[in-house]
């Protein structure tokens, strides 16, 4: 499963840690690949970024401080369908629905108990979410929450979170802009209900029906990009047990294989295409391994023959696996490729 942020969301932290004198560059190697501020960024990778700045910074609060830096334009992908909403509560859901464009290593869940709403932030991937990560999330939500609908003047506000206290709880609740209690069940903002009541100044209908269809728009992409990424993962995995066929993963992705075909003639490609391209990528790390033989690649890639292997490398790649490994591979020679 690859889980990805939204650069825009990504760079208030930027702006935070350059501003605290760590260089794009130092970030990179940090991250170990460059820091694109224009691509969806890996839950990986902003993992590797929080946990070499918590350390370099030295400051258990960072999370909270990125988050007060927050602005509109860093939520760019629903700025104009919040901005256009209603009122508190139509932002809220529009948020909600759209999160995934500024995240998907989270999930925003909205849970509703007499007098208070409680927004919850729960990690797909736990061991993908640095604690200081989920901070700034709900840092970052209550500062625009403020920002639009005043919410940091309701008397009835407050954050739980899952980690244990820092060493300063009252300096961590005085950053965060609300009362925190620590080793709770959830990490969660609450309030009360009538905040959401509040109109919005901006509000309007006819821009915001056509902010909701922009946005739509954007959020189909992503899920036909996550839905042919999570293909291709499905094929990898299948491939040791021979060529996959499209209906058993139609079948493990619980849609039929119409549905699935057609998905991808969106994304203007094919089964057969991917099942290709996977191979491809596969190939040139096994190839490359001078601890396999031949044989050995050829069944990992779920070819029968291994003849097949060396006509598909060839039109791949132009070279065959032997000429291939001698020139990308490891020193230790193999013999069996005649």
Known sequence: MILTKHPALLASHLRYWQYKGITLSELSAAAGT?????????????????????????????????????????????????????????????????????????????????????????????????????????????????????????????????RPPPADEALFSRLAGAPVQFNQPHDELYFSRHVLDVKNPTGDPVRMRDALQDTQRLLSSLRSRVLADEISSLIRDQLVHGTPDQGRIAALLNISVRALQRRLQQQHTSFRLQLDQVRFHLARELVADSSLSFPDVANRLGYTETGSLFKAFKRWTGLTPGDYRLLYGSDVPLMDEA
């Open 34 to 162: 460059e820091i694109s501020t224009s691509e969806r960024v890996s839950a990986e990778i902003v993992h590797r970024l929080y946990s070499y700045t918590e350390k370099r910074l030295n400051d258990p609060y960072m999370g909270l401080r990125i988050g007060h830096q927050i602005l509109l334009a860093d939520i760019a992908p629903v700025m104009n369908a919040v901005l256009y909403s209603a009122d508190g509560w139509q932002m809220l859901r529009t948020v909600q629905h759209f999160w995934p464009l500024l995240s998907e290593i989270e999930r925003l869940e909205i849970h509703i108990d007499p007098q208070r709403y409680h927004i919850r932030m729960v990690p797909i991937l736990p061991e993908l979410v640095h604690p200081q990560q989920t901070d700034t999330v709900l840092s970052g939500f209550l500062r625009l929450a403020a920002v639009l609908l005043g919410i940091d003047q309701t008397p009835d506000i407050g954050v739980n979170l899952r």
